[in-house]
């Protein structure tokens, strides 16, 4: 079981923003970077996010992370169907392993 | 830009060993963490490892007694094998490329290969 906590869903409409929350603790989010991946249905995860807040090139800024205590936060802006798709969060855990959050499945309705 | 192809056994039967390679072409084989990462049908991703080009190991504490992952450099490739595989182990295996530092502060992967399914079935 994932030590990040996601919640299962989210979904709005075209053109509005939606966030994800990460839920960790002091072993793990509380001390460290987080990353954030994306997954199309049926694909690789894919880097969004690294370092709480940092986009790797090619990532449009509608994508935006954030980190306050043992918490990150996704945000999507100007949402569009292309970014249907699973969220996943990440860090290193005290624990000596890499954890990923529980996933989150955006829908745009 | 960098590519990982990854190829291994699909299927398996309970108590053999899983045995997937995966090969980097297209940049640098030194300075970076190469992982394994898996994820069973329906459910969220888990980290198995890494290796670096030294070929010093990590592993996940809840894998660590069946995990072995190698490095060939003259090939620019890494490989993962797991013993005593059961139907828990059926998942799709991605190999990925991994950053961090010294301290794990910051860990992330910012290439993936595109995942083998592996089948542990009688």
């Known amino acids: 079981q994932s030590v990040l906590t996601q919640p299962p869903s989210v979904s709005a409409a075209p053109g509005q923003k939606v966030t994800i929350s990460c839920s960790g603790s002091s072993s793990n989010i509380g001390n460290n970077y987080v990353s954030w991946y994306q997954q199309l249905p049926g694909t690789a995860p894919k880097l969004l996010i690294y370092?709480?807040?940092k986009r790797p090139s090619g990532i449009p800024d509608r994508f935006s992370g954030s980190k306050s205590g043992t918490s990150a936060t996704l945000g999507i802006t100007g949402l569009q169907t292309g970014d249907e798709a699973d969220y996943y969060c990440?860090?290193?855990?005290?624990?000596?392993?890499?954890?990923f959050g529980t996933g989150t499945k955006v829908t745009v309705l | 830009q960098v590519q990982l192809q990854q190829w291994g056994a699909g299927l398996l039967k309970p108590s053999e060993t899983l045995s997937l390679t995966c090969a980097v072409y297209?940049?640098?084989?030194?300075?970076?963490?190469w992982s394994w990462i898996r994820q069973p049908p329906g459910k969220g991703l888990e980290w198995i490892g890494e290796i670096n080009h030294s070929g010093s190991t990590n592993y996940n504490p809840s894998l660590k007694s069946r995990v072995t992952i190698s490095v060939d450099t003259s090939k620019n490739q890494f490989s993962l094998k797991l013993s005593s595989v059961t139907a828990a182990d059926t998942a799709v295996y991605y190999c990925?490329?991994?950053?961090?530092?010294?301290?794990?502060?910051?860990?992330?992967?910012?290439?993936w290969g595109k995942g083998t399914t592996v089948t542990v079935s009688s």
């Open positions: 297209g940049g640098s084989f030194s300075g970076y963490y």
């Open positions: 990925a490329r991994g950053k961090r530092d010294s301290s794990w502060y910051y860990y992330y992967m910012d290439v």
């Open positions: 370092e709480n807040n």
């Open positions: 990440g860090t290193w855990d005290s624990s000596l392993r890499k954890v």
